[in-house]
C-alpha cells in the first residue's frame, strides 16, 4: 500500500511539470475554444445580446472543461483557482467567506450569486451562503463571473461583483455517473441524466450527496490568537496548535435539480442541503468536559507532547462556551418559471420565481464532550430562522430599430422574513426568542439598458435602475463606450455603480435585543447574561430606538474602469483597471453590537489575464494587484454616546429572574456618558490607508493543462497569495508570533527566495485523467501538495479568518496535502 501511496505522488509532481487540456472530439474534457469563449452570447451583466467583446464588463468564463480537469471540490475554490483577485477566508462566526475587488467583509453580502440569473442571496441576515461549500459541480456548463459592482441588472447586493452558474441542458449534453472519493473519508456521488423528447421538450436531472469525515481530529493547526472575544493579547504558541476538530468534515451535503424548457417556456427548481463544521478553524479545548474557563484545580491535559495547566496563560482561553462546535446550516429551495412571447421582431419576457430558505446554527456531537448539557438533547439547534422570496418580472426587449437594442422592465420582490423552512425562529430552541424580527420586505425596481452601434466599431451602452425598497431606495446608473477596431479586439471604458440595502438583521430588532420572553430590552446587559460579570464580560449598550436602525443608509460602489479583451492568434488578452469608491459600506461594530455605516474608502483594482490555447496546451496565467488609494482612515471616525458605568465599585450590577434563570446586567450611572470612538474602514478594511486587511494586494494564478493524446489528460494550477501586508503594521509591537512574516513585504537585504519560501503562501494542486473504453473515465487529483505543517512549509497550508477588528487579526488555519479518485461513467 505504500508503494502504491508513493507512485501516486511521483504521478501527480510529474503532472506538475506536463499539465492539461482539451482533447479530441470525443474526450469527455471537449470545451470552448479561445475564439468560442470570445464570441459567446452571455447570460450574465446585461439584459441584452450581447457577447464577450461588446459586452460593458469584465468578466471570467470558467467552463466545466476547467471544472472538470481542476477537480475543484467546491464553489469557493473553483473561484479561487480561475478568478483574478478572488480570495476566500473563514470566519469562526460566519463561515466561509468570499473576497473581491476590494471588498471582503465578515458576511457574504457583497457579491451575488445567482443559478440561471436568479438570485439566491436571503434578505434575513448573511446573503449568499448556501453552496459555498456544498461541493457538486458536475452540472455546470459555465460560470460566469462578473468583477466589479453590477447594480444595472442585479439590484442590491452585488458591490463587488456577481458570479452566475449557468447549468447543462438536455440538448447539449450526455448523460453522466460519477463517484469519488479522497484520503479525508469524503464520498460524493453525482448524477446528470437528460432526456430531449420528440416534441422538443428538454428534460434534465441532476442528484448529489456528499458526506466527509474530514481530516483526523486535531491534524490541521491553528496559528494566532487563543480565543475572542477575550481582549487580552496571547500568542505564545507560535509552531501552531491544533485544531478542535475534524476540519472539512460534514456529514451529509445534497442537491436535488430539475429543468423542463421548450423554445418558450422553462421551469427550473434547486434543493440543496449544506452543512459546514466550524471546529476546525476553533483552538483545541483542553478541558471540553468543563463549561467556562477551567478552574485551577482542573487536571493538567497533554498537548503537542507537552502537558499544560489550566492556569497557563494561553491555554486557558482556548473557547470553552460551546461556540467551538458551531455547525453552519443552509437549506434553500429554488423554484423559477420563465416565459418569452416573440412580437415579431421584438420580445416579450416574463419570469417568476418561489423561494424557502433555513439557515440555522446547530452544534456538533464531539467525542471529548459527552458532559456538556448541550449534547444532552440530541440536535440541539442555537440558532434558526429564514425566509420565503417571491419574485415577479417582465421585461420588453426592443430589437427592430437598426443598431439598437434596448430593454426595459419591472421587477417586483416579496421578502417574507421570520420563520425557516420548518416553521421556526427562534434562539437556543427557545420558540419566544426570535432570531431576526418576522417582517415582509417589498421592493419594486424599474430599469432600462441600451446599446447603440454608432458605427460598426463603436458603441454606446447606457442604463439606469432604480429600487423602492422597504427600507431604502437606490438609483444606480451605468454609461460605457466601447471601441471594437476588429472582431477580435475590444477596448471598453466603463462607469458603473452598485447599491446594497441592509438585512433584516440590520433595520430591525434581532436576536441581541430581545429578552428570552421576546420582549424587546430596555436596559444594558451583559454579552453572556448567564455568567457573573468579571474582567472579559463586555457590556451590551442600550437597544437603539428602531428609527436608528432604520436610517442605515444603503452601501454603494461606484467605478470607473478601462479594460480591453482581445485575440491574438491562441493567445487571449484581458486586461482592466479600475478606480473605485466605496461609500456608506456596512460593518459590524462590536462595541455597538450592531452594524453601522462603515464611513468611506477608494480602492484600485489592477487585473492582468492572459490565455493561451494550442490543441494541445491551454495555459492561464493572470494577476491581480489592489490596494485602497486616496483613504484617510483618521477620518472615517464616528463618536456615539453610551451610558456610564462605574465598574470600580461594589455592586455594579444587579440581577433579574426571568424563567428561572439569573441575568446579570450593569447599572448606569444617571446622567453620565461615556463617548466611544467607531471606525469600521480602520478596523476593518485597512489600518494605514496603503493596503487591505483581509486581502492580499498582490496574488498569482496559473493553470495549465496538457494533452499529449486522446485518451490521456494532466492539469496543474498554483495560486500566489503575496502575504497580507495591510496586517503589518498591527504586528509592529507583537511579539512571539509573527512565524512566517506572512504580512509583510520583501525586506531590502532579503533574497528573493527566502522571501518567496517564508512570506508567500502557495497553493499547488495538479491532476491526470484517463479515458478509458465505453465511456468510462478516471481522474487522481492532488490538492495543496505543498501544504504541510512543518517549518517553512506550513506558509503554504494558511488559510486566514477575516479579521472585524484588531483583535482578530492573527488567526490562521491549515489546508492539509490530500488525494482524490474519481470515476465517471458517461452514456
Known amino acids: 500500500m505504500k508503494k502504491i501511496k508513493i507512485t501516486c505522488i511521483a504521478v501527480l509532481m510529474t503532472a506538475v511539470v506536463l499539465s492539461a487540456s ?22 450574465s451583466g446585461s439584459f441584452l445580446e450581447l457577447d464577450l467583446s461588446r459586452s460593458p464588463l469584465s468578466m471570467t468564463i470558467i467552463t466545466s472543461d476547467q471544472l472538470s480537469v481542476s477537480g475543484a471540490r467546491t464553489m469557493s475554490e473553483a473561484l479561487e483557482i480561475f478568478v483574478p483577485g478572488f480570495q476566500y477566508m473563514f470566519n469562526k462566526w460566519n463561515g466561509t467567506l468570499w473576497g473581491m475587488r476590494g471588498v471582503a467583509l465578515d458576511r457574504n453580502t457583497k457579491i451575488i450569486y445567482l443559478v440561471n440569473g436568479h438570485k439566491m442571496n436571503t434578505q434575513a441576515r448573511d446573503g449568499f451562503l448556501s453552496e459555498t461549500v456544498l461541493g457538486f459541480l458536475n452540472d455546470i456548463e459555465r460560470i460566469e463571473v462578473l468583477r466589479g459592482p453590477a447594480g444595472l441588472v442585479y439590484g442590491s447586493g452585488a458591490i463587488a461583483g456577481i458570479i452566475n452558474v449557468v447549468t447543462k441542458k438536455a440538448e447539449d449534453s450526455d448523460n453522466t455517473i460519477m463517484i469519488s472519493g479522497n484520503t479525508i473519508g469524503t464520498q460524493n456521488f453525482q448524477a446528470n441524466l437528460h432526456s430531449v423528447t420528440e416534441s422538443g421538450t428538454n428534460i434534465s436531472f441532476f442528484a448529489g450527496f456528499k458526506r466527509s469525515d474530514g481530516l483526523p481530529a486535531h491534524a490541521s493547526t491553528i496559528y494566532g490568537k487563543a480565543s475572542w472575544p477575550y481582549p487580552n493579547w496571547i500568542a505564545t504558541e507560535k509552531d501552531g496548535v491544533p485544531s478542535d476538530g475534524n476540519y472539512g468534515a460534514t456529514d451529509g451535503n445534497w442537491m436535488v435539480s430539475g429543468d423542463v424548457s421548450n423554445d418558450a417556456f422553462e421551469f ?51 473557547e470553552s462556551w460551546r461556540t467551538n462546535r458551531r455547525q453552519y446550516f443552509t437549506e434553500n429551495i429554488t423554484s423559477q418559471a420563465s416565459y418569452n412571447l416573440d412580437m415579431g421582431a421584438n420580445e416579450l419576457q416574463f419570469k417568476a420565481g418561489f423561494d424557502v430558505n433555513t439557515t440555522r446554527i446547530g452544534t456538533e456531537r464531539r467525542l471529548g464532550y459527552e458532559s456538556d448539557y448541550y449534547s444532552s438533547r440530541e440536535g440541539y439547534i442555537d440558532e434558526t430562522f429564514g425566509e420565503r422570496r417571491l419574485t415577479l418580472g417582465t421585461m420588453f426587449l ?122 424587546v430590552r430596555s436596559d444594558i446587559s451583559f454579552e453572556r447574561p448567564y455568567e457573573p460579570p468579571g474582567v472579559t464580560t463586555d457590556i451590551l449598550p442600550p437597544i437603539p430606538d428602531e428609527s436608528i436602525l432604520h436610517d442605515l443608509r444603503p452601501e454603494k460602489v461606484r467605478s470607473l474602469e478601462l479594460a480591453y479583451v482581445g485575440n491574438v492568434d491562441a493567445l487571449t488578452l484581458a486586461p482592466s483597471m479600475s478606480m473605485n469608491w466605496a461609500t456608506d459600506l456596512f460593518g459590524w461594530s462590536q462595541t455597538l453590537f450592531r452594524v453601522v455605516d462603515a464611513g468611506s474608502y477608494s480602492y484600485f483594482n489592477l487585473d492582468l489575464d492572459v490565455r493561451y490555447e494550442t490543441g494541445m496546451f491551454d495555459l492561464g496565467v493572470n494577476h491581480t494587484f489592489q490596494r485602497p488609494v486616496r483613504t484617510s482612515v483618521n477620518e472615517q471616525s464616528f463618536e456615539f454616546e453610551l451610558p456610564h458605568v462605574n465598574k470600580d465599585s461594589a455592586g455594579w450590577y444587579d440581577s433579574i429572574q ?136 506550513a506558509i503554504n497550508t494558511l488559510r486566514w479568518q477575516q479579521m472585524a477588528e484588531p483583535e482578530q487579526r492573527a488567526l490562521y488555519a491549515t489546508d492539509q496535502r490530500t488525494f482524490g479518485l474519481s470515476l465517471t461513467k458517461t452514456f
Open 22 to 43: 482539451q482533447v479530441s472530439d470525443d474526450n469527455v474534457f471537449e470545451g470552448l475554444s479561445l475564439h468560442d469563449i470570445f464570441s459567446i452570447e452571455l447570460t
Open 268 to 318: 427550473y427548481f434547486r434543493y440543496t442541503r449544506q452543512k459546514e463544521n466550524a471546529g476546525g478553524w476553533f483552538i483545541l479545548d483542553p478541558w471540553p468536559e468543563i463549561m467556562g474557563a477551567p478552574p485551577e484545580d482542573a487536571p493538567s491535559r497533554e498537548v503537542n507532547g507537552r502537558m499544560v495547566e489550566p492556569t497557563d496563560p494561553f491555554w486557558s482561553q482556548t
Open 658 to 793: 426571568v424563567d428561572g434563570r439569573w441575568h446579570y446586567y450593569p447599572v448606569a450611572v444617571e446622567g453620565k456618558y461615556d463617548t466611544i470612538e467607531v471606525n469600521n474602514v480602520r478596523d476593518g478594511i485597512t489600518a494605514d490607508g496603503q493596503h487591505f486587511l483581509n486581502l492580499s494586494t498582490n496574488v498569482t494564478k496559473a493553470f495549465v493543462t496538457f494533452t499529449p493524446t486522446n485518451w490521456l489528460t494532466l492539469h496543474s494550477n498554483l495560486r500566489l497569495f503575496w502575504g497580507l501586508r495591510g496586517r503589518e503594521s498591527l504586528y509592529a509591537e507583537d511579539e512571539g508570533f509573527n512565524y512566517w512574516d506572512f504580512e509583510k513585504g520583501r525586506d531590502e537585504d532579503q533574497s528573493f527566495k527566502d522571501y518567496f519560501m517564508r512570506r508567500v503562501a502557495k497553493r499547488l494542486n495538479a491532476s491526470i485523467h484517463v479515458n478509458l473504453s465505453n465511456g468510462y473515465h478516471i481522474s487522481l487529483y492532488g490538492y495543496d501538495l505543498l501544504g504541510v505543517d512543518n517549518d517553512l512549509n
Open 398 to 519: 426592443l430589437r427592430q430599430v437598426h443598431n439598437l437594442q434596448l430593454a426595459s422592465g419591472l421587477e417586483y420582490r416579496l421578502d417574507m422574513v421570520g420563520n425557516d423552512k420548518y416553521g421556526l425562529n427562534e434562539k437556543a430552541q427557545n420558540s419566544k426568542h426570535p432570531i431576526v424580527s418576522e417582517i415582509n420586505y417589498n421592493t419594486i425596481s424599474a430599469f432600462y439598458e441600451g446599446f447603440y452601434d454608432v458605427t460598426d466599431w463603436f458603441g454606446l451602452h447606457h442604463g439606469l435602475r432604480f429600487d423602492a425598497h422597504t427600507r431604502a431606495t437606490m438609483i444606480n446608473p451605468k454609461f460605457a463606450a466601447i471601441y471594437n477596431p476588429s472582431y477580435d479586439h475590444s477596448i471598453k471604458l466603463i462607469y458603473q455603480t452598485a447599491s446594497n440595502n441592509g438585512s433584516v438583521d440590520n433595520y430591525e430588532y434581532n436576536r441581541w435585543h430581545f429578552y428570552e420572553d421576546g420582549q
